[in-house]
C-alpha cells in the first residue's frame, strides 16, 4: 500500500537530510565542519535557520498545493443516486525555472549567517533544482563577527512533484456527488515520521437548476460547480545534537528529546466545470480558483553554537505559516469509460503546470 504514496517520500527527504546530518555530526569539535545538513542551519540562527528553509523548500509547498487540488473531477456529469467510483490517481507538478535556485544574499539574513568568502557561488538551489550544482559555503558568525561554524547548502532534490490521491466518489442528492479523499496514518519506518491524508468535495450539475429536467435534455453538454479542500499531514522525529566537545551555556537547556517535525498542506478550489460525454469518451473543460497553504513548525529543544565550544538553546526555531498557491488554474482532460473501468487523464495550467492521471472503477 505504502507503494501508492510516493508523496510520503518526497515529503520525508527533505527531514531525512536533517535527521541524517544532524546524526552523523561534524566531528571537529567546534562546529568548524563543512556539514552539508540543515543540522548546522538549525544551530546557526532561528531567523535565518527559517529563511533558508523557507526559500529551500518553497518549490515543494508549491507542488504539494498543486497536487491536493488537482484530480478531483474529469467529468460535469454527476451520478445516479448511490452510484460510485473509486478512482487512484497521480499528479505531477513541474518546477518553473524561476523556482529552481535563490541568491542567498537577497533573502534578507542576519550578519551571524554570511556566505564564506571562498565560497564559488551565491547561488543555491531549491529543493526543486539541480541536485548536482555548487552550492553556497555558508559561515555561521557569533555576535563578534568570528566564524564558528560553515555548512554548505543542501543540492536540489527533484523538480517534479508527485501527489497520489485515493478518492471515492458517491451519488447523494438529486445532480449531486460527494467526494472523500482519506488514508488512515502511515508510518514511514526508520523514524522517518507519519503521514496522512483527508479530504472532501462536493460538486453539483447546475442546468437544471435554470433550463428545467425537460430544458436540460435539449442542452447538448453538462455544466457543474464543485468545491473540494484536502489536507495533508506530516510529523516525523528529529535528532539535532550539539557539536562534539561543546558545553552548554549557563542556564541552557541540554535536553534535545522532544525535537520533531509538525506541519500540513492544505488545498481549497472552487471549479467550473463543463463536459461532453460521446459514447464511452468525455472530454472535459474547466476553470478553478485554487488556494493552498502550508504550515510547518520545526519544534522542540536545539542547541546554538554562540562561541567555540559552548551552545545555547533556542526552542522551536522554525515556523512557517503561508499561503504557497493562490489564483487560477485551467483544465483540460477526458474519462474514458469502459464498463466499469475508468481512465482519467487531464494537464493543468496555472502558477505550476501539471499533469494528472489515473484509473478506477464504478458505474
Known amino acids: 500500500m505504502k507503494k501508492l504514496y510516493i508523496l510520503s517520500a518526497v515529503v520525508v527527504l527533505i527531514f531525512m537530510t536533517v535527521k541524517a546530518n544532524a546524526q552523523n555530526g561534524n566531528g571537529n569539535g567546534n562546529g568548524n565542519g563543512n556539514g552539508s545538513g540543515f543540522d548546522q542551519l538549525i544551530k546557526s540562527n532561528p531567523a535565518d535557520a527559517t529563511l533558508l528553509f523557507k526559500n529551500f ?3 515543494l509547498f508549491k507542488g504539494l498545493g498543486t497536487g491536493v487540488n488537482s484530480g478531483w473531477n474529469n467529468t460535469a456529469k454527476t ?7 473509486l478512482r487512484i490517481t497521480a499528479n505531477i507538478a513541474q518546477v518553473p525555472t524561476s523556482d529552481q535556485s535563490f541568491d542567498v544574499t537577497k533573502i534578507g539574513l542576519s550578519n551571524h549567517l554570511q556566505v564564506d568568502p571562498s ?5 543555491a538551489p531549491t529543493f526543486g533544482g539541480s541536485k548536482n550544482a555548487a552550492t553556497p559555503l555558508m559561515d555561521i558568525k557569533d555576535n563578534g563577527g568570528n566564524t564558528i561554524g ?3 547548502m543542501p543540492n536540489g532534490v527533484i523538480k517534479y512533484i508527485p501527489a497520489p490521491n485515493i478518492q471515492l466518489t458517491i451519488g447523494i442528492l438529486r445532480n449531486t456527488d460527494l467526494t472523500i479523499r482519506t488514508t488512515p496514518t502511515i508510518n514511514i519506518g526508520n523514524n ?17 437548476d435554470f433550463a428545467g429536467k425537460a430544458g436540460a435534455k435539449l442542452i447538448p453538454f ?15 522525529p528529529l535528532n ?13 537547556e541540554s535536553d534535545f528529546s522532544n525535537q520533531r517535525v509538525h506541519g500540513h498542506f492544505s488545498g481549497t478550489s472552487v471549479q467550473a466545470i463543463v463536459s461532453k460525454k460521446l459514447l464511452f469518451f468525455t472530454p472535459f473543460l474547466s476553470v478553478a480558483y485554487q488556494n493552498s497553504n502550508t504550515s510547518l513548525g520545526i519544534l522542540g529543544n536545539y542547541p546554538v553554537t554562540t562561541s567555540a565550544g559552548v551552545y545555547s538553546t533556542v526552542t522551536d526555531p522554525v515556523h512557517i505559516n503561508e499561503t504557497s498557491i493562490n489564483g487560477i488554474r485551467a483544465d483540460i482532460g ?6 466499469f473501468f475508468r481512465i482519467y487523464a487531464s494537464y493543468s495550467a496555472a502558477q505550476y503546470q501539471s499533469v494528472n492521471g489515473g484509473i478506477g472503477f464504478g458505474f
Not at 223 to 236: E, G, K, M, P, S
Not at 240 to 252: C, F, I, M, R
Open 334 to 339: 477526458f474519462q474514458l469509460t469502459l464498463g
Open 240 to 252: 539535532v545534537q550539539p557539536d562534539n566537545n561543546t558545553l552548554p551555556a549557563p542556564g541552557s
Open 57 to 59: 523548500a518553497e518549490p
Open 119 to 123: 565560497s564559488s557561488t551565491n547561488i
Open 222 to 236: 453538462d455544466l457543474a460547480i464543485a468545491v473540494n479542500y484536502n489536507r495533508i499531514n506530516y510529523n516525523a
Open 192 to 208: 522517518s515520521g507519519s503521514i496522512g491524508m483527508i479530504g472532501f468535495g462536493i460538486k453539483h450539475d447546475i442546468i437544471q
Open 150 to 152: 560553515t555548512f554548505n
Open 79 to 85: 451520478k445516479k443516486f448511490l452510484h460510485f467510483d
